[in-house]
């Protein structure tokens, strides 16, 4: 059997601590090793106003991890506080946590007895070929480094402890026997059992040689024999790399026809006559050339436009730039689109009898008020009692104007409203 043992200190508060990972609980991150789990948690500290919750996690079958114990302590506490003993391993925790008062600093200790299943005191022949199932002992049944030296005593396995074709190659790991599983001499006599010393000297220095030979350039030379020298130029007439160059060669490329079909050097056009701007030139030739007109027409045309446009500068030059600007328009002749408007607008905008007794208003405010008083709804006119007259717009949606009427008959002004 072996004890596991995880103690600590850490400060408690509201947020769900695990003590059995020495960090916060994460339902992530559950404690998987198998065995009897054994928890304490020293709380003498707590005060009559303090509240923890200690809970106890684990899976049941893979599922989801969940709450099987649960316990609230509260108030000041004499003595610490342990949880029930349980068999955890599915994926288990232990984790406190604050409800209410002040965090506080707890000792903790988590033990957990794996039951490892550790083997001790068997009687001489007590393990047979048929003590295990095929295939019950694996890499992972023993932990890294658990079998050594000391493990097996001396002689405790031998010829008589194997049975027949026990050991094949498919008991062994890839590179299981390593050169630190061999002994110091088993090189020597390998290569006893291979060949003599004196056989080995003797091929090390062929060896050397052979590769002192057939260095790596050699070697090329060789992949590049694909066919047999015969059939290959002589020097004489082989051609350079020197001379044939990579640009020659494209020039070779180039040769698609016979070259007696080309033009001579004499008349062939040169790049340097025939430059881009000429060619666009050419594109400009969308019609036939004689339908243009030649050039004494065209300085025939040239000499008449030139003699409309004095004719015309002149006549620009006697208009008076009164006539809008110089231009013979209908704008001069009548009045432009929204002129009568305008004037109107002026008019009524004119402000009449501007002073302290009459607002300054305009003509067309002082015509909505007076067609009011004339025509429009009214109130307040009897004169038995003081009171305020009012006239109404044409709309009755508001007052134009209201006066104070006293018992006397005199009319003092109120508001007066144009817009």
């Given amino acids: 059997m072996a004890l596991v043992f995880a103690n600590g200190t850490a400060t408690i508060g509201t947020t769900e601590y695990s003590i059995a990972q020495n960090a916060n609980y994460s339902?992530?991150?559950p404690k998987t090793t198998i065995g009897t789990v054994f928890a304490y948690v020293d709380l003498s500290a707590m005060t009559a106003t303090e509240t923890y919750q200690l809970r106890v996690y684990e899976r049941v079958n893979g599922g989801t991890q969940r709450v099987f114990f649960e316990a609230v302590v509260s108030g000041a506490q004499a003595q610490g506080y342990t949880f029930p003993d349980q068999l955890l391993g599915d994926g288990w925790d232990v984790t406190v946590k604050k409800i209410a008062g002040t965090d506080r600093s707890i000792l903790f200790s988590v033990r957990q007895n794996t039951n490892d299943g550790s083997i001790s005191g068997l009687g001489a022949g007590a393990i047979t070929s048929t003590t295990f199932a095929t295939g019950a002992i694996t890499a992972a049944t023993f932990a890294a480094g658990a079998i050594t030296s000391t493990v097996i005593a001396a002689s405790a396995?031998?010829?008589?402890q194997i049975g027949a074709a026990a050991i094949t190659a498919a008991k062994f790991a890839t590179d299981a026997v390593d050169a630190n599983a061999l002994a110091a001499d088993a090189a020597t006599e390998i290569r006893t059992g291979l060949a003599t010393t004196t056989a080995l000297t003797t091929a090390q220095t062929d060896l050397t040689t052979l590769t002192g030979r057939l260095t790596s350039g050699r070697a090329t030379g060789l992949d590049n024999l694909d066919?047999?020298?015969s059939s290959r130029a002589p020097s004489a007439t082989a051609v350079s790399n020197v001379d044939l160059t990579p640009t020659r060669s494209a020039k070779l490329d180039q040769l698609d026809v016979a070259t007696s079909t080309r033009a001579a050097a004499a008349t062939a056009l040169s790049t340097v006559q025939w430059t881009n701007t000429r060619a666009g030139n050419l594109d400009r030739l969308d019609v036939a050339s004689s339908t243009l007109a030649t050039a004494a027409g065209q300085t025939t045309i040239g000499v008449a436009v030139a003699a409309v446009q004095a004719d015309t500068d002149d006549i620009q030059g006697r208009l008076p730039a009164t006539l809008d600007a110089g231009n013979m328009r209908v704008s001069v002749q009548a009045l432009a689109a929204g002129a009568l408007t305008a004037i109107a607008d002026a008019v009524f905008a004119v402000v009449l009898e501007p002073g302290a007794v009459a607002t300054a208003r305009t003509f067309l405010q002082r015509m909505r008020i007076g067609l009011a008083v004339l025509v429009g709804q009214g109130s307040g006119f009897a004169i038995t009692t003081a009171g305020?007259?009012?006239?109404?717009?044409?709309?009755?949606?508001k007052d134009r104007g209201t006066w104070v009427i006293g018992l006397d008959g005199t009319r003092v002004p109120g508001t007066l409203d144009g817009d």
Avoid: F, K, L
């Avoid at 305020?388 to 949606?397: A, F, I, L, P, S």
């Fill in 27 to 29: 339902s992530g991150s």
């Fill in 157 to 160: 396995i031998g010829a008589s």
């Fill in 227 to 229: 066919a047999t020298m």
């Fill in 388 to 397: 305020t007259e009012h006239v109404r717009d044409g709309g009755n949606t």
